[in-house]
């Protein structure tokens, strides 16, 4: 069973405009979030992060939306870039002591076109 | 370059060999992990070390395989008789204490097997 679920495979936005990429989660242990973005040939890297206790992270052109309720994340990047086109990984992470590592969804390829 | 390293960066084995992956992470990061990444999919959590001790497996890693962290430093992850079903990315990542779910990765093993 997948416990972070990205249902986008790929998304394609204009230069200049918002990208918005969607990620849900089943598990209710999870408290801490991440997005991961990942060039072809490389590891992933970190982008930013949102705790639980947060409901928006903002980190320049990057936000990130937390709805407990709703089991929902999103990362907001405006304006896109074309240096964004990659591949985007959520992730999450029980502290209380769960699997310690972290749970990846499978990732949306956010493509910017001039 | 100070960041986590992988070697070698590419494999290509026949069916049956062993092959070893090497990890050096970060040298102040206590945490170290390996993960797995084939097409199309997100990194998937094998087994993390604590130092030099290995506090978690996950159910994918089979008996074939093993790692290791002698001295809490380096890493080795070994896969014994190789199958076709071991080809992906082998991505290790490190940690440092006491940081909630941000893990730093390295550029990923490839591994193929003829």
């Known amino acids: 069973d997948q416990q972070v679920k990205q249902n986008s495979p790929s998304l394609s936005v204009q230069e200049g405009r918002i990208s918005i990429l969607n990620c849900d989660y089943t598990?209710?242990?999870?408290?801490?979030f991440l997005w991961y973005k990942k060039y072809p040939a490389e590891g992933p890297t970190f982008l930013i992060s949102?705790?639980?206790?947060?409901d928006k992270n903002e980190d320049g052109r990057f936000t990130v939306f937390l709805n407990k309720s709703a089991k929902h994340l999103s990362l907001h990047i405006v304006p896109s870039q074309p240096g964004d086109s990659a591949v985007y990984f959520c992730?999450?992470?029980?502290?209380?002591?769960?699997?310690?590592?972290?749970?990846f969804g499978k990732g949306t390829h956010l493509i910017i076109q001039p | 370059d100070t960041g986590v390293s992988q070697d070698p960066r590419h494999k290509i084995t026949k069916r049956g060999q062993n092959v070893t992956f090497r990890c050096d992470p970060i040298?102040?990061?206590?945490?170290l992990y390996w993960y797995r990444q084939t097409l199309g999919q997100g990194p998937e959590f094998l087994t993390y070390?604590?130092?030099?001790?290995?506090?978690?497996k996950s159910r994918l890693l089979s008996d074939r395989f093993s790692a290791e962290r002698p001295k809490g430093s380096f890493s080795t992850l070994e896969i014994q008789r190789t199958e076709q079903g071991d080809s992906a990315m082998y991505l290790c990542?490190?940690?440092?204490?006491?940081?909630?779910?941000?893990?730093?990765f390295g550029e990923g093993s490839r591994l193929t097997v003829l």
């Open positions: 990542a490190s940690s440092p204490w006491r940081i909630t779910g941000e893990l730093f």
């Open positions: 598990n209710s242990m999870f408290d801490y």
């Open positions: 949102i705790s639980s206790i947060k």
């Open positions: 040298s102040e990061h206590n945490r």
């Open positions: 992730a999450a992470s029980d502290s209380g002591g769960g699997a310690d590592g972290l749970t």
């Open positions: 070390f604590q130092n030099e001790a290995q506090l978690e």
